[in-house]
């Protein structure tokens, strides 16, 4: 990853990058699941009246995350297309444009 177009970070571990630029943690190393609505070792989950996962949490290096799933996109197929990250006073908004099948 390359920030501020002056530094250069290498990690296998991408949360443990984005520690060392910002000073805390967001959870991204399984961010795949989060986008496709199938989230892992959540709990405390909450559906909408469609039967899709409005909003869980989950625990990632000790820390409670929410994840809200604010819209989803209905064709072809049913998936996220905007999602809330918080805990405490981070924020992370994630928009899905367009997907390709």
Known sequence: MIYNQEKRYFSHDLDSIIKNIFGYSIPLNNIHNLILGIPKNIFDKKYN???????AKYIVLGKIWRIHYIQYYNEPMIFPKKIKLCHKNIFLNIKIHHWIM
Request: overall charge negative; hydrophobic content about 15%.
């Open 49 to 55: 009246q469609y039967g899709y996962l409005d909003s």
